[in-house]
């Protein structure tokens, strides 16, 4: 596709449900992010995949929260029993090779906006 | 691990003036530093980067420095327009596989005409 595609736009869950959100990157990026933001935040690190290795998932605040690549193309994070904290925009990144050279550049999708009620 | 701080929280200006946010990091291996434009309800977009070879970058209106001894960025706006409103984040990382883009709390720069 021609950018990084996220769905659903918006989520409202009731509190303990579960959700799933999915991240389709751009066509061929081997590196790919989740970002957890807050209304009126930064960004905020939460896992990140090169191919369909999960390498790093220190930003995931507690188990439940679950991410998987498991063909290293899309990725769904998942978060089990939601809580009203959860209630963010995911942000869902990727870029093209594995390691950021010169002129690599991160590519956002537009987000899933979370609601916990 | 990297702590990156953005000032100020909000900027307001008129339309033509100059508009700099400012960054400082903590991970004195950072050595990537882009600027993310995000309007209300859109996806962050990069604008302009710089990398720790070099101590500024211009692209147009907009302009980026570096000082790496002290740790802090800049990015310049000059001749603002009123599409430039919209919220501001810096980031930081080492630049290296998997390592994840640490970002500032971000700026709501809002260009009055």
């Known amino acids: 596709g021609a950018g990084v595609s996220q769905s659903p736009r918006y989520k409202v869950a009731k509190r303990g449900q579960d959700v799933a959100l999915r991240c389709d990157p751009i066509?061929?990026?081997?590196?790919l992010f989740w970002y957890q933001q807050a209304l009126g935040q930064g960004p905020e690190f939460l896992t990140y995949f090169q191919n369909e290795a999960q390498l790093d998932k220190s930003g995931l605040p507690s188990d439940r929260f679950f991410a998987e690549r498991p063909e290293g193309s899309v990725s769904t994070l998942k978060i089990q029993r939601t809580q009203q904290e959860d209630s963010a925009v995911y942000l869902c990144a990727s870029s093209l090779v594995g390691q950021i050279a010169t002129n690599e550049k991160l590519f956002f999708g537009s987000g899933t906006q979370l609601s916990v009620l | 691990g990297e702590n990156v701080e953005q000032h100020p929280s909000t900027l307001s200006v008129q339309e033509g003036d100059s508009a700099v946010i400012k960054c400082t990091y903590s991970?004195?291996?950072?050595?990537?530093f882009p600027w993310y434009k995000q309007e209300l309800g859109k996806r962050p977009q990069l604008i302009i980067d710089?990398?720790?070879?070099?101590g500024e970058k211009k692209d147009q209106r907009i302009a980026v420095t570096l000082n790496k001894t002290a740790k802090h960025f800049s990015l310049h706006i000059t001749e603002t327009q009123p599409e430039d409103s919209a919220v501001y984040f810096c980031a930081a990382s080492r630049n290296q596989a998997g390592t994840a883009l640490i970002f500032g709390k971000g700026t709501t720069l809002s260009v009055s005409s």
């Open positions: 991970d004195s291996a950072s050595n990537y």
């Open positions: 710089i990398r720790s070879n070099v």
């Open positions: 066509s061929g990026h081997v590196s």
